[in-house]
């Protein structure tokens, strides 16, 4: 028999998570978000892009090929916002727009060199930041961190994760 509270068990102890500890919680929520966006901010903001540029590269990176829809859809935001968003990675020669072989309406989007390079240098600050994080934490908390994240997510966002992080990308 397994050492600790089975998860039945550990779902009843977390029913008496005081409001303190929720509000705690949350607050650390967002000092961390802080800091993980802080690095990236920086690269960022020595071209001109905020964290709407990065969102489209990183999911332009993680789905080669991605279409501008499907962006839509990841990204949940408006035509006219990504658009703009795209305009500028696409005049900048960050990312390139291909016609679709098979649908003529639909547009296809790439990493350039360039944009390769400027995801690797945003990824590699956040990396490191949460490998630093989970060192610190131990071996268990990294199952633990991506159960919570995941639970929190709206139903149609963590399907559209699951099949994003299940494509092997």
Request: aromatic share 6%; hydrophobic share 35%.
């Amino acid at each position: 028999m397994p050492d600790g509270p089975s998860s039945g068990q550990r779902g009843e102890a977390l029913l008496f998570l005081t409001d303190e500890q929720l509000r705690k919680g949350i607050e650390a929520m967002f000092f961390a978000y802080k800091g993980f966006t802080s690095d990236p901010d920086r690269i960022l903001e020595e071209r001109g892009y905020g964290r709407a540029h990065h969102r489209a590269v990183h999911f332009i990176h993680r789905s080669h090929g991605t279409t501008v829809n499907n962006l839509l859809a990841i990204l949940g935001v408006t035509k006219q916002s990504l658009n703009r968003v795209l305009r500028t990675l696409i005049d900048d020669g960050l990312v390139e727009s291909r016609v679709g072989s098979r649908d003529k309406r639909e547009r296809h989007l790439f990493l350039t060199d360039s944009g390769r390079e400027l995801e690797r240098a945003l990824s590699d600050v956040q990396q490191a930041r949460v490998r630093d994080a989970f060192r610190s934490a131990g071996p268990g908390a990294v199952a633990g961190f991506r159960t919570v994240l995941e639970a929190m997510m709206d139903p149609e966002m963590r399907l559209r994760y699951q099949q994003l992080t299940e494509g092997g990308q």
